[in-house]
């Protein structure tokens, strides 16, 4: 799935341009619940800096990303969705900016693109990142959408109210619960929605981030093992242990270099967890 492509000394200089290292996704998802995929995207040339690039997450695509499904099988495609990113950073598009060498890891959820009513089955997903003048897309991949159990059904229905009211998945996990109550759900192993209500407990959960086990991570396979692994290191700083906030800083910056800039942020007492938590304290105490 790496697609590097480095351009050779003797082509004429240009501008710099973008190169799809790869993409990270689970193998079967449950139809109603967020579809998290991964990619990674870096210069195409090692000494390259590109700037404004809008930056995909699990909070929101940025209008950036574009989706290709197809049936497996017969290629029948049944979703086509073309990227459409404006890049206005004083109207509060996020953007990023790749450093010569540096790569960037997005987790973003494509639920939303699926038609309502798409039959559960095997499929092929392509993902298309825009940052026009570029763009990349990535290889198709295998996946199955699985239609929910019983359990998962009236775990969707119980939801819909809020989902309706926050209008995504993305949205649900990142602004506060109605009603400024701190989260309280379990997380399960396999929850469709490990990862999001994980987040939220972090971000809106009774206990201080530094009484967070932080075994409740282990929970997160997957596409989401990189993540685990950046939340344990925002688990190990806000306990003060230098350590294990260490071991998992050089764990991420050699086996998954996108997250650098996440550990990055940690080190310079910018965690977004941080901010979200002093925010609700400035709240509570009325300042």
């Known amino acids: 799935m790496s697609d590097d492509h480095a351009r050779d000394e003797t082509t004429p200089a240009g501008p710099p341009g973008l190169a799809l290292r790869s993409i990270d996704h689970d193998r079967r998802y449950v139809l109603g619940f967020p579809l998290h995929v991964a990619i990674t995207v870096c210069a195409d040339r090692p000494g390259a800096c590109i700037r404004r690039l809008p930056r995909a997450s699990w909070a929101g695509n940025a209008g950036a990303i574009g989706v ?167 688990l190990h700083a806000a306990r003060g242990d230098a350590a294990r906030f260490a071991e998992q800083a050089e764990l991420i910056r050699t086996r998954y270099p996108g997250l650098a800039y996440w550990i990055d942020r940690i080190e310079a007492g910018q965690s977004e967890l941080g901010f979200v938590r002093a925010c609700r304290a400035r709240t509570r105490g009325g300042g």
């Open 68 to 234: 290709r499904l197809a049936r497996a099988g017969t290629g029948e495609e049944v979703v086509r969705v073309e990227p459409s990113p404006i890049v206005i950073r004083e109207l509060g598009t996020p953007v990023f900016l790749l450093d010569p060498g540096a790569c960037r890891r997005m987790l973003f959820d494509v639920s939303s693109y699926l038609p309502a009513g798409i039959e559960p089955g095997s499929y092929a997903l392509a993902i298309v990142y825009a940052a026009p003048p570029d763009r990349v897309e990535s290889p198709a991949v295998p996946i199955e959408l699985a239609a929910p159990s019983p359990e998962e059904q009236k775990e969707l229905q119980r939801l819909a109210p809020e989902i309706a009211r926050f209008g995504s998945w993305g949205r649900w996990t990142s602004l506060p619960p109605d009603g400024g109550a701190p989260v309280t759900d379990g997380v399960e192993p396999g929850d469709p929605l490990r990862f999001n209500r994980i987040l939220r407990i972090l971000m809106y959960g009774p206990d201080p981030l530094c009484d967070v086990d932080p075994a409740l991570l282990d929970v997160l396979d997957g596409v989401y093992a990189p993540e685990a692994h950046a939340l344990r290191a925002e």
